[in-house]
C-alpha cells in the first residue's frame, strides 16, 4: 500500500467522541486493519460536542511534541453535509479531518500548509459510509492510507490553502499598561489560558490587576501565597492566570472566548 | 505457548472499571506479561457499573469494526458466584467473560458462536485468583493466552450455545402507520438510538411523530432547522433520534429500556 | 543510546493532568520520540488534581500487575520549586517523579529501593524546561531514556533513601474486638478500601459493625443480600466495604484518609 508518499509511525487521534461509546475504539479498529504496524496516540476525545475552537487548540498545543504522523480531528457538527473533508500536508506531519476551521491552527504550529486536498477519491474510504460517522468511514480509513506511505494527491483533489475555513483569530489588544486577551482554553487545573503571548506582558511589571483583583506575576504555582492568583508564561507559550491551591477559572468567573484585561497595578 | 489455535494480534478490552482507578491497567499489564507482542484496543471503561445491557450494546456494535482479536468484557455484578465464566468462538474472534448476557449480541455481529467454553482449567487462570477481580485474574490471562494461539479448547469444558445466558430482546413492535421501539442506547452526543431499524421507516412516510413531537426524517444532522427533533439511521443501522444543536435524550425524557413510538404524521 | 544499564519494554503513567486536555498525549509524544520501540500503558490520568495520596495508592496497587517497566508519575503541586526530581530503581522495574511521597509506596509493592538518584543531568531533559510541566520537559525524557538502557547513575546524583519525602503511614490501630483503619481509596463502584489487612479480621468473627452499621463477613459482592453492607478482602489485599448493588461510601459517609471502626458483634 506505498508508493511515493511519506510513511508514519503514528497516527494521533483527537475527538468530541467521549470514551463511554466505542466510537473511539472504531477508529482504532479502522487504523488497525488498514496499517496494523501504526501505533495510535490518543490526543483527546474529550473535546466538548460540537466546540471546533477548543478542538482546535488542544491539537495546535499538542502537536508540537508528537513524533511525525498523521493527526485525525473530528469535531464535526456538519458531518455528512457539503463541508468538505480535507487533508493538510505540512514539513512535520499530515492533517486529517473536517474544513470547519478545526485543523489550520494545528497545521501552522507544525510549519505551515504545503498542500491541501479535498478527500473526493472515495476508493481511499470505508466500503459504505455513512452520513454522520466520517471519522470511522472516511477520515480514519483515509490517515491509515497516508500512514502506509499511499501519496496525499491521490486522496482527492488539490484545493487552495487560502480557501480553507478558519476560525476568527483570537482578540489580543495591547495598549499602554495594559493587554486584552481572549481565553484560549480552561484546563483541568482550572487555569485560565489567555491568548496573549510572554512578551505581552514584559511591559507591565510585576504587580497587575487581572480582571480587576491583584495578581502577583510568577514562574510557577507556589511561587505566590495559597489562594493568590497568579500569572504565568504556561508551557505553551501563552499567559495564563492560577491560583496557588485554587481554581482560577471559578475566581475570575470566565469561559473560553471571553477577554480578560491584564493591566499594571502600583505595587 | 502455541499450539493449534488461531492467533491473534490484538485483544480488545470492555468494561464498567472505569479509568480513575488502576483496573484497567491492570488488565493491560496482565497481558503484557502474558502476550508482549499483543496489542490492546480499549472498547470502553465507561459502561454505567453493572449494566450489562449496556455493555453488550456497545461491545456488539464496535466489534465489526475491529481487526480479528480476542475480546475481553467484563461488566459482571455476579463476580465470584457460581455464574460461569465463558469463552465464545465465531468465524472472527472470540468473546471471553462472564455469562451473564453480555457477549451473545456481539457474538452474533461476529457471525454467529462456533463453540462456546466454560473457563475451568485454572492452569490458565492467574496464580491467585480474587473473588472480586476476575478480570485481571480469569478473563485477561485466558484471552491472553488465546491470543497467542493456544485452542480454546484447552480452556475448559465445551458447554451448549443455547444454554447460556441471554438478555432479552428488545421490544420493537411496528403496525400500521407506526413503530414502537425501545431505546438500546443513548451516546455521548445525547442521540437516543431505537432498537428498530432503518425498513421499519420506510412505511412511514417524512414526515413523523416521535414520543407525540414532531420530528424531520433526514440523513445527517444539519438537514433540520437548529434545535428540530430528527429521526434517522445511524451509523449502527438502527433508527436514532437527535437534535440538530441539542441533545435529543434531553427531549424526549427517556432512557435505555424505555419504549419511544413513532408514528407517520400530516405533513 | 544504550550503555550497561536495563532496558524496559514499557512506561507506564500515573497523572492527575485528566484527558480533556493534550497534556497525557504530550507525555506519549515525548516518549515515542526518544524510545519509538516502547509501549506505554496509562495507568491512570484521573488522580484528583493534587491529590498525592490518592496518586501513591493507586500507583502502589497496579505496579505489581504490569509487566517491568518504567513507571512515570506526575502529581506534583511543587512543580518548578525546590522539591527534587527523582528515580528510584527497584528489583522490578524504576519509579520516576517528584520527591513528594508520590513513589515510596510503589517502590516498596515492587520489591523495595535499591539506588535513589536525584534527576540533575539536565542533558537528560526537554531542550526546554517549563516552570510547569515537568511531566512532559523532565521525567518523560528521562523514563525514555532510562526504558532504552541509560544507566539511572547517570540521570544525576545518588541521594539517600532515608531522605525521600513520604506520606504518613495510614492509621491502623487494633484491640480486643476491633480495628480501626483509614480510608485508602474508594473505587468506582463506591467500594470503601481500608488500610486494614486481612488478617485483621481474623479475630472479629463473622458478625461485625462497620462504623456502628451491622455488615455480613463475605468474599464477594453477591453473598449478601441486595442492599447489605459487606466487609470483604479486596484485591489489593486490604479490608474494604462494599454494598451489594449499592455504594458503599455513600452510606457510611466517608472519605479517603478517614478512620472506619470496624467491631465485632453478636450474631
Redesign the interface.
Known amino acids: 500500500m506505498a508508493g511515493g508518499g511519506t510513511t508514519y ?2 497516527i ?1 487521534l483527537t475527538t ?8 473511539a ?2 477508529l ?3 487504523i ?2 488498514l496499517s ?1 504496524a501504526v ?1 495510535v ?7 466538548r ?2 466546540d471546533i475552537a477548543r478542538g482546535a487548540a ?2 495546535a ?2 502537536v508540537p ?3 511525525p504522523a498523521v493527526h485525525v480531528a473530528v469535531v464535526d ?5 457539503a463541508r468538505r473533508a480535507i487533508a493538510l500536508t505540512t514539513q512535520n506531519g499530515v492533517l486529517v479531518g473536517p474544513d470547519n476551521g478545526l485543523l489550520p491552527p494545528a497545521a501552522d504550529a507544525l510549519g505551515g500548509i504545503v498542500d491541501a486536498i479535498e478527500l473526493t477519491n472515495t476508493a481511499w474510504h470505508g466500503a459504505t459510509v ?4 466520517h471519522g ?2 472516511v477520515f480514519a480509513p483515509v490517515a491509515a492510507r497516508l500512514a502506509t506511505g499511499a501519496p496525499p494527491n491521490e486522496a482527492g483533489d488539490a484545493i487552495a490553502a487560502d480557501g480553507l475555513v478558519r476560525l476568527p483569530p483570537p482578540i489580543v489588544a495591547a495598549g499602554v499598561g495594559y493587554v486584552e486577551a481572549e481565553v484560549l ?1 480552561v ?3 482550572g487555569n485560565v489560558q489567555l491568548a496573549a503571548s510572554g512578551e505581552h506582558l514584559a511591559a507591565l511589571g510585576d504587580h497587575v490587576l487581572v480582571g480587576g483583583a491583584r495578581a502577583v506575576r510568577a ?5 505566590a501565597p495559597h489562594g493568590s492568583l497568579i500569572l ?1 508564561v ?2 505553551a507559550g501563552h499567559v495564563a492566570v492560577a491560583i496557588n ?1 485554587g481554581r482560577a477559572v471559578v475566581a475570575l468567573g470566565v469561559e473560553p472566548g471571553d477577554v480578560v484585561r491584564v493591566a499594571a497595578a502600583s505595587p
Open positions: 509511525g503514528w494521533s468530541d467522541y467521549g470514551r463511554s461509546d466505542g466510537f475504539a472504531a482504532h479498529g479502522v488497525a486493519r496494523p501505533r496516540i490518543d490526543v483527546t476525545h474529550d473535546v460536542p460540537g488542544v491539537l498545543q499538542t511534541h508528537l513524533p457538527p456538519g458531518v455528512g453535509t455513512s452520513a454522520t460517522f470511522r468511514d482554553t484546563d483541568r487545573f514562574t510557577t504555582f507556589a511561587d504565568f504556561d508551557s491551591g
